[in-house]
Each structure stands twice: as C-alpha cells, then as structure tokens.
C-alpha cells in the first residue's frame, strides 16, 4: 500500500485509513455557497501547498486563510489570469517540489477550455503528483451549470470528494460521501460533517 497523506481532517483521515495514497489527484465538488474552503485550510497545515486561485486575488485567499480559526500553513499562493490558464497553470505545476499539496481552486476556469488541452493538463498534473508523491485538490463547484470538463475531471481523478450542503428551516446539514477511491477503499456510509469554523463530525442527528 502506497504511503498515507493525512489530509489534516482527523475524523475524515481515520475514515480513509490515514489518509490518500502519496500520489493522488483529488476531486472536491461541494457547491459555491459552502464551507468547503475549511478543507482546503486544513490541508495547507498538513504539508507545504501551493495554492492556485483562478478566481479569488492572492491577497483575498491570504486574508481568507490568515482568518481562518481552524488549522492552517502558509502556502505559496498564485493567481491565474489571462487568456492561457492552463498554460500559466502548467508552469507552476510543473515546478512543485517534492512532496507537496497542490490545491487549484476554483478548477472550473480550466475546465471550460477545450477538452484536449483540459485533459493533456490533467495527464501532465497527475503525472507531476505521482513522481513527486505529493497530494493535489481539484476544488469543482457545484451548480446549475457545469463546466464542459466537470465529468473529464471526475473520471481521471484518482479521489472524488462530493459534498453536498443542505439548508432547512432551523440547521444547515453537510454531507461529505468518496463514492471514488483509486488505491484504497471507498467509504460506504456517509459522513456528516460540520463546518462552522473547523471540521468536525456531525453527530446532533442521524442519517435520513
């Protein structure tokens, strides 16, 4: 069994028998609205990260990270824009050191291109992350309208990560389920999560 990386979510880890294989590319589609940028903060304090934001400017992920009250690193962080992402998002993959986390957030921008290129970058990336037995976090938004690449990225990641968040009258519920888990085992239950200013399990009300 290839090396563990903890994913700096405990209750989540121990679910996954200590965390993803070294190696792994790792899709998290949870909806635009959520708190699912708590499981991108915890990752950063795990292992040195390089944050790629394709939204957000630099110093509005600095800020939203420094802010944070859960656990964090300092990650290198690196805006994408222009009329070549997936070029300029190349280059700073393909300088990632050994043993790192790569988080691209949000990977819809480079989803949108065209399904050649999209899919050669997926291929280069997961390549860069095996050799270098670091961990990589596609963040996919949820929503009414997908990006043309969304199922091109479910397919060649390595771990699918869907959270789905539930608004009621008087809670709001946060369902994590790994239908997908290449090198491991996928979770058969799902895991309820709360996202308030940490990750943590739900336990306040069972499963429907």
Do not use: W
């Amino acid at each position: 069994m290839r090396d563990r990386l903890p994913t700096g979510v405990d209750v989540l880890d121990r679910k996954l028998d200590g965390g993803i294989p070294a190696g792994s590319t790792v899709a998290l589609c949870a909806e635009p609205a959520s708190q699912a940028e708590l499981l991108l903060h915890e990752l950063t304090a795990t292992r040195g990260t390089l944050y790629i934001t394709l939204g957000r400017t630099e110093e509005a992920v600095a800020d939203s990270i420094a802010n944070s009250s859960t656990r964090t690193g300092e990650p290198t962080i690196r805006h994408v824009s222009g009329d070549a992402p997936i070029d300029n998002a190349a280059k700073l993959v393909s300088a990632l050191p050994e043993a790192s986390n790569l988080i691209v957030d949000p990977v819809d921008v480079l989803e949108r291109e065209s399904h050649d290129r999209y899919r050669n970058f997926l291929n280069e990336l997961q390549n860069h992350i095996h050799n270098t037995q670091g961990l990589a976090i596609l963040h996919c938004l949820a929503g009414n309208h997908l990006p043309q690449g969304r199922d091109t990225t479910r397919h060649m990641a390595d771990v699918v990560f869907d959270l789905e968040t539930r608004v009621g009258s008087d809670s709001i519920e946060n369902r994590l389920t790994v239908p997908k888990f290449r090198g491991g085992r996928a979770l058969t239950d799902v895991v309820k999560l709360e996202l308030a200013d940490s990750v943590a399990i739900d336990t306040s009300r069972d499963i429907a």
